[in-house]
Structures are given as structure tokens and as C-alpha cells.
């Protein structure tokens, strides 16, 4: 039988990148199922999630509509910004009800920018706290997001959280293959992905190592590294061992090496790479 997964969106920020996802089908041959969490009716009327849960006053309705919500689960994907309040109130309840029931929990989480106001900086230290008890952390600074974009100075601070929402998608998705299949590849600690598509698995793997997510070095000082190759036929080994080698090349000696192939006709041509590092 599948596992269980579900997918909260937390706030605003959190309700379109799962309304993004849904839109692309992530998840949708598993047993996925989204739920937005939020304080702004808005956002809650507006999501495509089938559960919305609003976050009222009353924090003992709170708790039970969350624990609710979260029953018989086995793998929780958070996403959202870190410096909102519905992730403040929910981010200690999601954690709390994972570690009652013991479900796997993996959060992409954008960190608030140099320039948001020192409440929300407030909450995202606080909610951080939370966050460091989740199995992988994806927490990616909101202005990194800026280097998927730099030929757009122009862009407005809506389409760089567009942006943001795209590369979470694509992040819960990939990674959703990959635990999916063995859940105890999803405690992959303080982490940080990458992503990339090419014709040879070389040059996937070449691609997904230069994403802005993977700091310069993060390949570099990385204390475990997973690579993920996905194709639509099998690879030869000489092609596999060129890819992984390019990685392990980069690698310190002590460092933890994992791959990890996926075959899906549906993946037809090109080959799929998807770096996790886990960060000392
Ligand atoms: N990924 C993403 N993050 C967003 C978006 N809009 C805002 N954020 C970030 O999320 C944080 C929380 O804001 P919001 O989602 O409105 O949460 P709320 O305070 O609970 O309503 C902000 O401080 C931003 O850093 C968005 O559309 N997508
Ligand atoms: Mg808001």
C-alpha cells in the first residue's frame, strides 16, 4: 500500500506553492493529499487544497483540527514561509503531532528577506527553533531566490516569490519520488537541493550541481550527499558511474555517498538529476 503523505501550505505564501503543485500533478498517482493552513480567509477560500484548516483564536480547536488533518499520516511535507504567522502557530503543533505518532517530517521553508520588518524576523527565529527538529530542512533564503532571475532585474517581489513557488514544486516533487520509495532516505538534516534535466546523465548531474539552492561550496563541504538519477530507460553503468564520479570527485573523504536510480517511461528521453546535501 502507499504511505500516507500530506502537503501543508502554510499562510499565503504556503497555499499558492501547493496550489502550484496541485496544479502540476505532484503526488497525484501516491496517496497525496494537500492542506492549506492559514489565518487570511482569503487565502484559505482561494486554495486548491481539499483541506483548509483557518487559524482562529481558539489555540485548543487549532491543535485538534491539525492533529486532526495530520491522522494516520506517515510522511509530512511542510512549505511556507518561515517569518509568517499561520508558520509560527502551526510549525510547533505539525512538529509535536510527528513526533506523537512518529511520521517523517520534511519542510522547504523560504527565509525571510534583509528587508522584511523585525516582527516577522521575530517570528521566523522562533520558528526556526521548531523547525530544527523536523528529518530534513530545506531553508532557503528568500534572496537567493534572485539568482534564478538575474535576467530580470525589473521583477516585482509577487513574481520573485512566483519564482520561489516554482523551484519549492519542483523540490517537494523530486524529493517526494525519492522517500516515497525509502522513507529512510527522508532524514537528510539542515539540507539543500538541486535540480537539473539533461541528455546524458553527466550533464544532468553537471546542471543540478550549479543550482542557486547549492551554495558553491555545499557539494564541497557537504557531510551527505545523495544523488537521485531518474530516466525513462535503464542507464548504462559507464554513463552512471560518469555522473556519480563527477560528484564523489568533489567530495572530502569522510563524506557520506548515496545514489539512488528511478526508471519511469514517462521520463521518456532526458535524464533527471537531483542533488541533497546535508550541510555540517
Ligand atoms: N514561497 C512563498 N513565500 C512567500 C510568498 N509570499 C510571502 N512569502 C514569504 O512567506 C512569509 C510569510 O508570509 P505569508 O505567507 O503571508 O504568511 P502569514 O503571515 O501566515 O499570512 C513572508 O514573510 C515571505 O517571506 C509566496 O507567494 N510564496
Ligand atoms: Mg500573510
Known amino acids: 500500500m502507499d504511505v500516507n503523505i500530506k502537503i501543508v501550505g502554510l499562510g499565503e505564501g504556503g497555499a499558492r506553492a501547493i496550489s502550484k503543485m496541485i496544479a502540476a500533478g505532484v503526488g497525484k498517482n501516491k496517496s497525496v493529499e494537500y492542506i492549506a493552513i492559514g489565518n487570511d480567509e482569503n487565502i484559505l477560500l482561494t486554495s486548491t487544497a481539499r483541506k483548509n484548516i483557518f487559524l482562529n483564536r481558539d489555540m485548543a480547536v487549532i491543535y485538534k483540527n491539525i ?32 513526533k506523537t505518532y512518529g511520521a517523517a517530517t520534511v519542510a522547504f521553508i523560504c527565509k525571510p528577506s534583509v528587508l522584511e520588518n523585525a516582527t516577522r524576523k521575530i517570528n521566523a527565529d522562533y520558528t526556526l527553533n521548531y523547525l530544527r527538529e523536523v528529518d530534513t530542512l530545506f531553508a532557503v533564503p528568500a534572496e537567493k531566490f534572485f539568482m534564478f532571475c538575474i535576467n530580470r532585474p525589473q521583477i516585482s517581489l509577487a513574481e520573485l516569490f512566483d519564482v520561489a513557488d516554482d523551484i519549492f514544486c519542483r523540490g517537494v516533487k523530486n524529493f517526494l519520488e525519492i522517500i516515497s520509495k525509502d522513507v529512510s532516505l527522508s532524514k537528510r538534516g539542515n539540507a539543500a537541493f538541486g535540480y ?32 537521485h538519477l531518474a530516466s525513462g530507460t535503464p542507464l548504462p553503468l559507464s554513463s552512471l558511474t560518469a555522473a556519480h564520479k563527477f560528484i564523489q570527485n568533489q567530495l572530502q573523504p569522510e563524506t557520506e555517498f548515496l545514489s539512488r536510480e528511478e526508471i519511469n517511461p514517462l521520463f521518456g528521453e532526458k535524464i533527471f538529476a537531483t542533488i541533497i546535501c546535508t550541510r555540517k
Not at 504567522?85 to 503543533?93: K, M, V, W
Not at 553527466?202 to 564541497?220: G, H, M, N, Q, Y
Open 67 to 98: 492533529f486532526d488533518a495530520l491522522n494516520g499520516v506517515k510522511i509530512i511535507f511542510i512549505v511556507g514561509g518561515l517569518a509568517g504567522n499561520a508558520a509560527r502557530i502551526s510549525i510547533p503543533i505539525i512538529v509535536s503531532f510527528a
Open 196 to 227: 537539473g534535466e539533461g541528455a546524458t546523465a553527466l550533464d544532468a548531474v553537471k546542471v543540478a550541481a550549479k543550482f542557486p539552492t547549492l551554495e558553491e561550496d555545499e557539494i564541497k563541504t557537504a557531510q551527505k550527499v545523495l544523488v
